[in-house]
Nanobody, 125 residues
Framework: QVQLVESGGGLVQAGGSLRLSCAAS????????MAWYRQTPGKQRELVAA???????NYAESVKGRFTISGDNAKNTVYLEMNSLKPEDTAVYYC???????????????????WGQGTQVTVSS
C-alpha cells in the first residue's frame, strides 16, 4: 500500500515562515502529481498548490508570491515553503498524491489518490 507522512506544521506569528514536507512510501510505480490542500472548520478542502512530476506548478491565487511548492522525484517527496504567513492561512494542511502503484491495472486506470493525515498550521496575529 501507500502512505503519505507529513511534517512541519506548527504555530507561527503573522509574517513568519514554515516549511511543510510530505513523503510518499510503499508500492509506487509512478507519481503523477503531488499537492497540498487545506481545510478550516465548516469549509471545503481547497487546493493550495500542486506540482507535477515534470515540475509544472499550480497555486491558489491567495498564496501566489508567498508559497512555493517543490518536489523531489527520487524521494517521492513534496515540500511547501510558506512565507509571509497570514492569520487566514491557519488551517489543517493535507498532502495529496495522485500516483500509480503498478504499471498495468487490468480493466481500470492505475491512477489513484492518496491523502496524508493532515498537519495543523496556526498563524497568530
Amino acid at each position: 500500500q501507500v502512505q503519505l507522512v507529513e511534517s512541519g506544521g506548527g504555530l507561527v506569528q503573522a509574517g513568519g515562515s514554515l516549511r511543510l514536507s510530505c513523503a510518499a512510501s510503499g508500492t509506487i510505480y509512478r507519481v503523477n502529481v503531488m499537492a497540498w490542500y487545506r481545510q478550516t472548520p465548516g469549509k471545503q478542502r481547497e487546493l493550495v498548490a500542486a506540482v507535477t512530476s515534470g515540475g509544472t506548478t499550480n497555486y491558489a491565487e491567495s498564496v501566489k508570491g508567498r508559497f512555493t511548492i517543490s518536489g523531489d522525484n527520487a524521494k517521492n517527496t513534496v515540500y511547501l515553503e510558506m512565507n509571509s504567513l497570514k492569520p487566514e492561512d491557519t488551517a489543517v494542511y493535507y498532502c495529496n498524491a495522485n500516483l500509480q502503484m503498478y504499471s498495468y491495472c487490468p480493466g481500470r486506470s492505475c491512477d489513484d489518490d492518496y491523502w496524508g493525515q493532515g498537519t495543523q498550521v496556526t498563524v497568530s496575529s
